[in-house]
C-alpha cells in the first residue's frame, strides 16, 4: 500500500508535464505554462523528500549522540 503514493505522484507529474508543454505557444506571450512548471516543480521537490526520507529504514534523524551510539552499539551486537 505504501508504494502507491510514488506512483500516483509520478503519474501526477507526466500528466501536469503534459499540460504545461500543451499549454506552451511561442506566438501567444502567454505564461500559463509557467504556473503549470511551478506546480510540477513544487510536485517533484515532495516526491524526492517523499522518497527519500519518509520509508521507515531510509533515515532516522535523532540528534543525541549518546542514543545514536546506543543504537548502532545494540545492531552489531
Not at 45 to 51: A, L, R, S
Not at 58 to 76: G, I, L, S
Request: proline fraction near 3%; avoid cysteine.
Amino acid at each position: 500500500m505504501s508504494n502507491i503514493r510514488p506512483k500516483v505522484t509520478r503519474a501526477l507529474i507526466l500528466f501536469l508535464s503534459f499540460i504545461a508543454f500543451a499549454s506552451y505557444h511561442k506566438g501567444t506571450g502567454s505564461t500559463a505554462w509557467l504556473q503549470w512548471m511551478t506546480l510540477i516543480i513544487f510536485l517533484v521537490m515532495g516526491h524526492v523528500f517523499d522518497v527519500a526520507f519518509t520509508a521507515d529504514n531510509t533515515f532516522v534523524f535523532d540528534p543525541d549522540a549518546d542514543n545514536w551510539r546506543r543504537k548502532t552499539e545494540a545492531a552489531r551486537q
